[in-house]
């Protein structure tokens, strides 16, 4: 299915959703797949439980790079998920390993799919959204390797609350001393204002995290109420070595705009700042979140869309004051444009994202090297009659890389 402008406007509001592994109730895959929109129900051999796992089966993929500057991806099929490794930038990868060894509805479609992330010391961490059989309801399951990726710890859920309620769209980020942070939109507050007969609009920003590679997590702890429901949260590390979120939040009970926070350290999250201001008043939820990223010299950059009457598209943000202050928004892209990525390496500033023209749908990107303050002409570096999936940055330390799964050329790994 081509993309197209009119998705994202006016999209149906989407209410969705621990559990130890045992708790975990199989079910058919196929079936499970085609009534909930995760991963897309595989034909011929991509449904072949005996065939070799390919990346080509799978609607997406995550990429990351080691310290070492090993490229790492991680996507799924069937319920399972692999992880391979490249040493030559995605020419040739390892053979697949896979991690869950019982197989799960692991999201992986769109704005919800799994993470991927290395410590200093090459330990794998990867975070995913585990669908359960009550409609939106979902777990935040996560897993480790310490061998570099030949084995994975079984699966377990972070979220310390174990109703069978929303606990979806996580986002992973990896502490500068290996800390893990483990951020999510989360029902429980929903539910239980809802029992007592009062309303409450959106979910809340819970998280947690681990300061022993991952053996023991801190409990849950509330971040922020009144979130939309469903779009993805972002998260980066301040060169303080704190934790940032950026979400779309729900601001005076109408207007759907984002919103950031910056934590005072692990354990205390700081003043929510109100990002962009563009007063979307929307009773709906876009499916579309920001994405942010923290440069090596401390710069945040942030990019979203908005449907606001008069602020419709993508817009750009940077602030080189810890997140407190962000300059005036920057429009960028066309009509259909939408799912922007931003990544920052030094004063150099990437930013890539999708188009669909009626016909072909596109992947643009704009450039800067003064840390944001001027850009490029925005140009074409990917496009295809075929389905796109949404584009990613990620760096080496050395260079930025798009990162894309094509329906038609399948994982691509292009240095910009």
């Known amino acids: 299915m081509k993309l197209s402008s009119s998705f994202l406007s006016l999209a149906l509001l989407t209410l969705a959703g621990c559990a130890t592994t045992d708790e975990v109730k199989p079910v058919d895959q196929a079936k499970h797949a085609a009534k909930h929109g995760h991963e897309t129900v595989k034909k011929g051999i991509c449904a072949n439980l005996k065939a070799t796992p390919s990346v080509a089966c799978s609607d997406t993929v995550t990429a990351t790079f080691s310290k070492k500057g090993i490229l790492w991806i991680a996507w799924v099929n069937n319920g399972f998920i692999y992880v391979q490794s490249s040493t030559d930038n995605g020419t040739s990868f390892t053979a697949p390993i896979q991690v869950n060894a019982i197989s799960e509805q692991v999201a992986a479609k769109a704005e919800s799919r799994p993470k991927i992330k290395l410590d200093n010391n090459d330990v794998i961490y990867l975070t995913w959204d585990l669908t359960l059989d009550k409609k939106r309801s979902t777990y935040v399951r996560f897993s480790r390797s310490t061998d570099n990726g030949q084995h994975f710890s079984n699966p377990v859920t972070v979220n310390d609350n174990l109703e069978i309620i929303r606990h979806r769209f996580n986002s992973l980020a990896i502490g500068k001393n290996d800390e893990i942070f483990i951020t999510w939109l989360d029902a429980r507050d929903t539910e239980n204002t809802k029992k007592s007969g009062q309303d409450f609009k959106g979910l809340s920003v819970y998280y947690t995290w681990s300061d022993d590679g991952g053996q023991h997590f801190h409990a849950n702890k509330h971040v922020a109420d009144h979130t939309c429901e469903c779009c993805r949260i972002d998260t980066a590390i301040a060169k303080d070595n704190s934790p940032v979120i950026a979400w779309r939040h729900i ?9 950031l926070i910056k934590f005072k350290d692990w354990n205390t999250p700081g003043e929510m700042v109100h990002l962009g201001g563009e007063n979307w008043a929307i009773d ?5 979140g920001p994405s942010l990223a923290i440069s090596d010299i401390d710069t945040y950059h942030a990019v979203w869309f908005s449907g606001a009457e008069n602020k419709k598209g993508l817009f750009y943000a940077a602030s080189t004051s810890s997140g407190a202050h962000f300059s ?5 892209g066309n009509d259909g444009a939408s799912h922007p990525n931003v990544i920052g390496l030094g004063k150099q500033v990437a930013i890539v994202w999708q188009e669909f023209d009626g016909t072909q749908n596109s992947v643009q990107l704009m450039k800067s090297s003064d840390d944001g303050k001027t850009w490029s002409t925005p140009e074409v570096v990917m496009q295809s009659t075929e389905t796109l999936d949404e584009p ?14 094509s329906q038609k050329l399948g994982y691509q790994l292009k240095r910009l």
């Open 392 to 405: 990613f940055l990620i760096t080496d330390g050395q260079a930025i890389y798009l990162s894309i799964q």
């Open 284 to 288: 709906a939820c876009p499916h579309h």
């Open 251 to 259: 601001f005076d009970g109408k207007i759907r705009d984002h919103a």
């Open 328 to 332: 005036e928004p920057l429009h960028f």
